[in-house]
């Protein structure tokens, strides 16, 4: 199991509801991804190349 202790919330998290995010954190094997606002339950993990096409995507739908 890939344990991370690097997570950092989203630049996008702004004023207001800013713990209504996600966090991410890397390894050299794993991408880690969890929600803000109950950071001790469980999270998911992704294999580098598979997360850098989702970021692509989701950048690319993302409201500007």
């Known amino acids: 199991m890939?344990?991370?202790d690097n997570w950092r919330k989203s630049s996008y998290s702004?004023?207001?509801d800013g713990n209504s995010c996600v966090e991410v954190?890397?390894?050299s094997s794993r991408?880690?991804?969890r929600d803000s606002k109950t950071p001790?339950?469980?999270f998911l993990t992704f294999p580098p190349?598979?997360?850098a096409p989702f970021l692509e995507?989701?950048?690319a739908d993302a409201p500007r």
Do not use: C, H
């Open 25 to 27: 954190a890397i390894s």
């Open 57 to 59: 995507d989701f950048k």
């Open 14 to 16: 702004g004023e207001g």
């Open 2 to 4: 890939t344990t991370f």
């Open 40 to 42: 001790a339950r469980a």
């Open 49 to 51: 190349e598979a997360f």
């Open 31 to 33: 991408v880690g991804v």
